[in-house]
């Protein structure tokens, strides 16, 4: 199936609540899954990845039950659990596969995962390395390197593990199997990833601490069920804050959208380029959210590297087609986990962006891109990448003909009904 997509002069102009933050939903759905009691989540992200999740859980014997955007689940904990007879999906999902790994790991059964072709390239010894040093017990491809991956639930004991990667999915699966291990586990993050893991642990009565960079969490404690209020997706939102700024007459709002200080690097690097943008912060419960409004302007290029690349990781594809539009040059450094993503997004990227005619060049673990140059129309690959995907959706609008993006259904991974919002806002 193919997308085509053609835009004259448009502008954008209206109010739109982005889908539910897909970091949290996950978690929200393991942690209730873990707990005793009823869990209650509001604004689920009825994407395909946070349904993976869901999935892989109700296979284990957890029942939860989905009306619109709530999700109840309800939970004995983890030892009400039973062993799988089938193989667990986690479809096109590396959050659900390496947090499941975690949770997997100190269980009293078997359980064997795999999920698509995406998936079955993505590193999993980043994961799997430090869970056998607290004696879990997984095999894989390539020693454990690759999916399918088979895990026999073992006796875990605590580690002290500095991390070699900024990756929250690898500091999530530690935190999730030293829940279970024997001792206190230690881990040392030289830079920061996303902390929802550690927010929610507490959310669900852990103890848990974190002070220089060092988190701490002893093994043997219970969680017990809350609700969860899941605020909209600042990666999904990027998408829509991108569109507005680089088309005419443009004026959008985003209400409630997270902007967990952890995640709000692409509002540090609009700002750098020169936005024009309000953020208004609500009273939430739960995680911070704010109302954000963005105006059509002209943008600067910009560097982007070391602790930021962390907080914007996945936004970079959207910034790099902000930067084909922006005045001046924009480095983007420091960014080789990109290559490892649903696919290598700096060769894709790069692919897709030139082919429109942007001025754009692969580094090791970044990007070189002039701007701003015109972008004529053509056929986009999404590479089954929804990020790829949405960053050509918005490219079409700059476009001086047709886009015609294939593969345009991975879009729901994050963002079902993207194409929809955007066109909604029109004018
Ligand atoms: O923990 C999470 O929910 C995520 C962490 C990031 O991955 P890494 O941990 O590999 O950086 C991010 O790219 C992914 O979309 C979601
Ligand atoms: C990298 C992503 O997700 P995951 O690692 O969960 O597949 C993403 O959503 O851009």
Known sequence: MTLKLNYENPSLRGTVQVPGDKSISHRA??????????????????????????????????EISLTGKQV??????????????????TG?????????????????FHTVMAGDESIAKRPMKRIVNPLREMGADIRGRQDG????????????TAIDYTMPVASAQVKSA?????????????????????????????????????????IELKGG????????????????????????????NSEVTLTNVGVNPTRTGILDVIENMGASYDLKELEVEGERAA??????????????????????IDEIPLIALLATQAEGTTVIKDAEELRVKETDRIAAVVAELSKMGADIEATEDGMIINGPTPLNGAEMNSYGDHRLGMMAAVAALKAGGQVEIHDPDCISVSYPDFVGQLNSLLK
């Not at 809350?226 to 605020?231: E, F, I, L, S």
């Open 145 to 156: 390197q690759y999916t399918p991956l088979a895990v026999q639930g073992a006796r875990l």
């Open 92 to 108: 096109n999902s590396g959050t659900t596969t390496r947090l499941m790994l975690g949770i997997l790991s100190g269980t009293s």
């Open 291 to 312: 109302n954000i409004t963005v105006r059509s302007s002209k943008l600067t290029g910009t560097e982007i590297g070391g602790e930021l690349i962390p907080r914007l």
């Open 29 to 62: 759905i393991m942690f209730g899954a873990m707990a005793s009691g009823v869990t209650k989540v509001e604004g689920f992200l009825l994407g395909d990845d946070c349904l993976s999740t869901i999935s892989c859980f109700r296979k284990l014997g957890v």
């Open 221 to 248: 404690q219970k969680l017990s069920a809350a609700n969860v209020q899941v605020p909209g997706d600042i990666s999904s939102a990027a998408f829509m804050i991108g569109a507005a700024l680089i088309t005419e």
């Open 174 to 214: 530690i935190l999730l199997a030293a829940l279970e291990a024997e001792g206190k586990t230690v881990i040392t993050e030289p830079v920061s990833s996303r902390d929802h893991t550690e927010i929610m642990l507490k959310h669900f009565g852990a103890d848990i601490t974190r002070q220089n960079g060092v």
């Open 72 to 89: 109840t689940i309800s939970s004995q904990g983890k030892e009400a659990w039973k062993e799988p007879e089938e193989v667990l999906d």
